[in-house]
Nanobody
């Protein structure tokens, strides 16, 4: 079982930046597909983006050009750099892992991910 712990959330004004981190343990990090999701009150959980073992990334249209996912395999840590934040980015952000496909990612559907962090709140004010 992959254990995930997020950090770095907070409150920021529109146009600002935040960087989230997700520390992973309990599995060989280089063989895990890692992703970020978010969930706003009253809305379904949605995929933000994923990164695979080769560093290939994929993003939701709503965050393309503003958010960047990266990882440090030596530190077993996933990052989400969020720039040009908008009030509609306000949500609980979760990192998630899929260890079943050798580190390759195929989907941003929440059901495909078997391990989840506890979430970190991001609030963007206008």
């Amino acid at each position: 079982q992959v254990r995930l712990v997020e950090s770095g959330g907070g409150s920021v004004q529109a146009g600002g930046s935040l960087r989230l981190s997700c520390a992973a343990s309990g599995y060989t990090y280089s063989r895990i597909c890692m992703a970020w999701f978010r969930q706003a009150p009253g809305k379904e959980r949605e995929g933000v983006g994923f990164i695979d073992r080769d560093g290939m990334t994929n993003y939701a249209d709503s965050v393309k050009g503003r958010f960047t996912i990266s990882q440090d395999n030596a530190k077993n840590t996933l990052y989400l750099q969020m720039n040009s934040l908008k009030p509609e980015d306000t949500a609980m952000y979760y990192c998630a892992a899929d260890p079943r496909r050798g580190g390759y990612c195929y989907s941003l559907r929440p059901i495909e991910y078997t391990s989840w962090g506890q979430g970190t709140q991001v609030t963007v004010s206008s």
